[in-house]
């Protein structure tokens, strides 16, 4: 999910933590809940300072290893014993479940939107994606600003959040349920086998598809129950060039995140651009998550990107310098 809603949830715990006895007697241990259940909704995504050494790491392993099964446990240790340093006399192992459950829920709902996560690593480097929620989901957090404004009003917050996280896991399994008949609906309007994926959006009768087969890739969307089919993609096999700029950090970076990619090769003046694109995110004039190589005419590689551009004439812009300091 976004920073806002993880933020959100971090205080929604704190409030649904005075369901705990020992929470709602202590002051200071409510205090302290606070601190971790804050700063464990937001811990996992540090890896976002990932971006600064360039987007090939920050692809590579945002949401990879720190929110794995050992970061986790590393997390929830590592937060809850700075917090208890500064709290003295309260009960840590109080904090520490409270800590816990704050950085399982911010690695649990990142699991249900299209990014996903590798939560199962070590065991998996499977990125796992259930594609039921928008990345912002209006919902999720109108239920916490209107946990927050009863919260305010000076009802219990335990019961305030007991029944936003009841709505919200109701709310969540008629997504699942609604994903699963949609993605019938449009098996049996393509009528062809492979793998299916709906891609959810702001909107809740909105959704992107994708169908990959063996051959070939169809890209549409659902707009109230209505089935539009966009771009048809067929893979043609790989080539010297595709090859070479395969070479490329960025490629491979990018390479190793999408279960969706797709490639194809333009001439330009220098020599070849290769343009890898992620058949799930598609705006209405391009594909926004990509990666791009240029190749001289000898097949050595110029420069490259890998990244997000919703504007396509950006795109040029930062391939143009490239070039120029090449």
């Given at each position: 999910?976004?920073?806002?809603?993880?933020?959100?949830?971090?205080?929604?715990?704190?409030?649904?933590?005075y369901l705990?006895?020992?929470?709602?007697?202590?002051p200071?241990?409510?205090?302290a809940?606070?601190?971790?259940?804050?700063?464990?909704?937001?811990?996992?995504?540090?890896?976002?300072?990932?971006?600064?050494?360039?987007n090939?790491?920050?692809?590579?392993?945002?949401?990879?290893r720190?929110?794995?099964i050992?970061?986790?446990?590393?997390?929830?240790?590592l937060?809850?014993?700075?917090?208890?340093?500064?709290?003295?006399?309260?009960?840590?192992l109080h904090?520490?479940?409270?800590t816990?459950?704050a950085v399982?829920?911010?690695?649990?709902?990142?699991?249900?939107?299209?990014?996903?996560?590798?939560?199962?690593?070590p065991l998996?480097?499977r990125?796992?994606?259930?594609?039921?929620?928008?990345?912002?989901?209006?919902?999720?957090?109108g239920?916490?600003?209107?946990?927050?404004?009863?919260?305010?009003?000076?009802?219990?917050?335990?019961?305030?959040?007991?029944?936003?996280?009841?709505?919200?896991?109701?709310?969540?399994?008629?997504?699942?349920?609604?994903?699963?008949?949609?993605?019938?609906?449009?098996?049996?309007?393509?009528?062809?086998?492979?793998?299916?994926?709906?891609?959810?959006?702001?909107f809740?009768?909105?959704?992107?598809?994708?169908?990959?087969?063996?051959t070939?890739?169809y890209v549409?969307e659902?707009?109230?129950?209505?089935?539009?089919?966009?771009d048809?993609?067929v893979y043609?096999?790989?080539n010297?060039?595709?090859?070479?700029?395969?070479?490329?950090?960025?490629v491979?970076?990018?390479?190793?995140?999408?279960?969706?990619?797709?490639?194809?090769?333009?001439?330009?003046?220098?020599?070849?651009?290769?343009?890898?694109?992620?058949?799930?995110?598609r705006?209405?004039?391009?594909?926004?998550?990509m990666a791009?190589?240029?190749l001289?005419?000898?097949?050595?590689i110029l420069?490259?990107?890998?990244?997000?551009?919703?504007?396509?004439?950006?795109?040029?812009?930062k391939?143009?310098?490239?070039?120029?300091?090449?």
């Amino acid at each position: 999910m976004d920073t806002g809603t993880h933020i959100a949830m971090g205080f929604g715990l704190a409030g649904l933590a005075y369901l705990d006895p020992a929470v709602a007697a202590s002051p200071g241990l409510a205090s302290a809940v606070l601190l971790g259940t804050l700063i464990g909704s937001q811990a996992p995504d540090i890896d976002t300072v990932l971006k600064l050494t360039g987007n090939a790491r920050y692809i590579r392993n945002h949401r990879g290893r720190s929110h794995s099964i050992p970061a986790m446990l590393l997390w929830t240790g590592l937060i809850s014993g700075g917090v208890y340093l500064f709290h003295s006399g309260i009960s840590f192992l109080h904090l520490l479940l409270w800590t816990l459950i704050a950085v399982l829920v911010h690695v649990t709902v990142d699991l249900f939107n299209s990014y996903g996560t590798q939560a199962t690593r070590p065991l998996s480097k499977r990125w796992i994606s259930f594609n039921m929620i928008n990345i912002f989901d209006p919902f999720i957090m109108g239920i916490h600003l209107l946990g927050f404004v009863f919260w305010r009003a000076g009802l219990n917050p335990g019961i305030v959040f007991a029944c936003v996280y009841a709505v919200m896991i109701t709310y969540i399994i008629q997504r699942a349920l609604t994903y699963r008949h949609l993605v019938k609906k449009v098996k049996e309007n393509l009528g062809v086998a492979g793998h299916y994926v709906l891609l959810p959006t702001l909107f809740w009768t909105r959704w992107g598809i994708v169908v990959k087969t063996d051959t070939v890739s169809y890209v549409g969307e659902m707009i109230q129950g209505q089935i539009i089919w966009h771009d048809t993609f067929v893979y043609k096999g790989e080539n010297e060039i595709i090859a070479s700029a395969k070479q490329d950090v960025n490629v491979q970076a990018f390479l190793s995140f999408t279960r969706y990619p797709y490639v194809y090769v333009t001439k330009r003046d220098f020599g070849y651009e290769v343009r890898w694109i992620d058949l799930r995110y598609r705006t209405k004039t391009h594909y926004a998550f990509m990666a791009i190589v240029h190749l001289n005419d000898d097949l050595r590689i110029l420069d490259s990107y890998a990244g997000w551009e919703y504007r396509e004439h950006k795109i040029e812009e930062k391939l143009i310098l490239a070039l120029d300091k090449s």
